[in-house]
């Protein structure tokens, strides 16, 4: 089994429907979630750790923006974020993906490819880490 058997996920949105909803969707799948209804409650998910591998987080919410989390400091790996927004045209969404986001969906959002960008992002990540483990001796 790879480190990535149970990739951990943030849920981060002012809406408690919304957070329900994707966080019994994704255990489902089969990820580890956790929730947060706020920026500050994300932060604090953070900080008590362990660090997700993937936050999906709304944009605008009551107490700030989900897109500040791209400024925290999330230590040397951090986890990819995939923002879900109803409020962000084209352009401002590759902007928030050049800053560093994995992607910004549109909501509603569309869950398979949600799944899909995740199960992505942990693949890619479970290879880095194999290939990490592989000494340089046994490559031939």
């Known amino acids: ?24 969707l994704l255990r489902r799948r089969g990820f580890a979630v956790n929730t947060a209804e706020s920026v500050s409650g994300a932060r604090k998910v953070l900080a008590d750790g362990p660090l997700p591998h993937a936050i999906v987080s709304d944009v605008r919410m009551l107490d700030g923006s989900g897109l500040e989390l791209l400024d925290d400091d999330l230590g ?7 923002y879900v927004s109803g409020h962000l045209d084209g352009a401002e969404a ?14 509603p959002v569309d869950t398979r490819r949600l799944v899909g960008l995740l199960r992505e992002h942990g693949t890619r990540a479970q ?8 000494e340089p001796s046994a490559v031939k």
């Not at 040397?76 to 995939?82: G, H, K």
């Open 1 to 24: 089994m790879g480190v990535m058997d149970r990739m951990r996920v943030l849920v981060v949105d002012d809406e408690p429907d919304i957070v329900r909803e994707l966080a019994v």
């Open 76 to 82: 040397e790996t951090p986890p990819c974020i995939i």
């Open 94 to 107: 590759k902007a928030v993906v050049k800053r560093g986001a994995l992607a910004v969906l549109p909501k």
């Open 127 to 134: 290879r880095r880490i194999n290939e990490a483990n592989v």
